[in-house]
């Protein structure tokens, strides 16, 4: 593997779309060779995994469903499209992995950290992320910040206490994976992009300037 493997991850409506969009400008400026891809999905059979997985009529998923999906969807999308662009020594940037699952299905739905662990071994022993940038915003400012749950979203749907625990599931995988960075998204979303392309640039993935 020669590229560089980065991860975003953050709760509902924290900002990492919109920070997405203007990493990749900068990225784009810059002239890096990059891609930038999101989970679940990002490959054709992911995405419609994906589709089965957010679905806000599947209300009869049960947990352990709903953590294999995720984890089917994640090496599908890993073989195809992240360990290809890594082996041609490109950065890759990806929207969500597997600290999605651990602090969601592991923490929030409470299968627990060994059993997300293990359905996810392949990625989180063989692909490991370089680095993980958590943007640190609790969910409450988050979803005051969007007006609100999307209510076609499955997962959106599951209410404060759900994703408080999904918050609370990240800052202690931060504890526990040093590759973990939290991000202050307390400024405007420019400060937030700049403190991500500070983080970036002092790890050596980027060049200083921007
Ligand atoms: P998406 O609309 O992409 O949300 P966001 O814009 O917040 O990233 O939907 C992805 C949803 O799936 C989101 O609610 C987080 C959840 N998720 C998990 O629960 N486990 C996972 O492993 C992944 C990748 C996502």
Known sequence: MKGTFVTFEGCEGSGKSTQLKLLAQKLDEAGADYILTREPGGSAIAERIREIILDGKNTAMCDECEALLYAAARVQHLKEVVIPALDAGKLVICDRYVDSSLAYQGYARGLGQEY?????????????????????????????????????????QLGAEFHQRVYEGYLSLAKKYPRIRLVDCSGSKYETSQNIWRILANEGVVGASR
């Open 116 to 156: 997300v662990a293990s359905i996810n071994s392949f990625a989180l022993n063989e692909y490991p992320p370089d680095l993980t940038l958590f943007l640190n915003i609790s969910p409450e400012a988050a979803f005051a910040r969007k007006h609100g749950a999307d209510e076609n979203d499955r997962m959106e």
